[in-house]
């Protein structure tokens, strides 16, 4: 079995990728995140990247056929990346903007392969539409008092309790919670790579 290492503390694309039956470890990145561009493409395969590269160092010595992947989601709203909330006001205005609207979710993947002593880059983004339904602001405040969006880019998780306010999805589902894993599954297929075998 070749090591497949998951550069990502996220419970939610830990999840993912089990249950798409892939054989993984997870050793997180370290670091601070330092987005170097606006540009919602370019960013999230940066940061993808920097994750990725900062876990491939610690596992330098690995066997050939060791795979890195990293990965990043952002939320744009009108061209504009929405990080995490600074508190429980900055999430009730992020929220605010997008009821009733349509927003992005970018989310980057950087792969990393050893292969004869010479690791290996390949890198993409998938980008998904979300529109919710008018919110109220009560609604809004006491979504917001429950903690679920305080660790979110955007300030909400489409599979929690914000999920309900969701009117369509254009695009992967699974993108939005934090990893494109069909397309992860087809760029590595393209590239001869079985995540699975």
Partial sequence: M?????????????ELL??????????????????????????????????AVSVMHTVEESEDGTIVIGSDTVVVFE??????????????????????????VYTGVSVW?????????????????????PVSDEEIRAYVATGEPMDKAGSYG????FGIYVKGICG???????LPVARLFY????????LRG
């Fill in 187 to 194: 760029e590595m297929k393209k590239s001869g790579i079985d």
């Fill in 18 to 51: 089990e249950r798409a039956g892939v054989n993984f470890e997870v050793i997180p990145a370290s670091g601070e995140e330092n987005r170097t561009s606006d540009d919602p493409k370019e960013a999230v395969q940066q940061l993808a990247r920097d994750k």
């Fill in 113 to 133: 392969e050893k292969k004869a002593g010479v690791w290996t880059e390949h890198t993409f983004y998938e980008s998904t539409d979300v529109t919710f339904y």
């Fill in 79 to 104: 061209n504009m990346i929405l990080g995490k909330p600074h508190d429980t006001e900055d999430a009730v205005n992020t929220l605010k903007k997008l009821q009733g609207n349509t927003h992005q």
């Fill in 158 to 161: 489409i599979q929690g309790l």
């Fill in 2 to 14: 070749k090591r497949i290492i998951l550069a990502s503390a996220s419970p939610r694309r830990r």
């Fill in 172 to 178: 992967d589902y699974n993108n939005v919670v934090g």
